[in-house]
């Protein structure tokens, strides 16, 4: 799916056309997280939000999307998909 190679300060969006939403991967140094990158309350692009705590805060109403779950909190009415992803070498795969 990628190269840890193409992630920016341990994010990397990913457009691919047979989703519909864009999927943010984030890189700790150790394990790779893999979400939708859209928040449910307005849209948002949550790439732009800081990552707290082993979840990823929406810029724009703070809504919190748990990196492992996807469960959120208010005003995000749902959560979001995650994918199961892993590392092989320098390789980020992703189970879609």
Known sequence: MAKLGEFQNGRLVLRRPEHKKPILLLYTGEEVFALEDVCTHDDG????????????????????FDLRTG???????????????????????LDL
Not at 47 to 59: L, M, T
Not at 73 to 78: F, G, H
């Open 71 to 93: 469960r959120q909190t208010l005003p995000a009415p749902k959560p979001i998909k995650v994918f199961p992803a892993r590392i092989e070498g320098d390789t980020v795969f």
């Open 45 to 64: 692009p949550l790439h732009e939000g800081e990552v707290e705590e082993g979840a990823i805060v929406c810029p724009r109403h703070g809504a919190r």
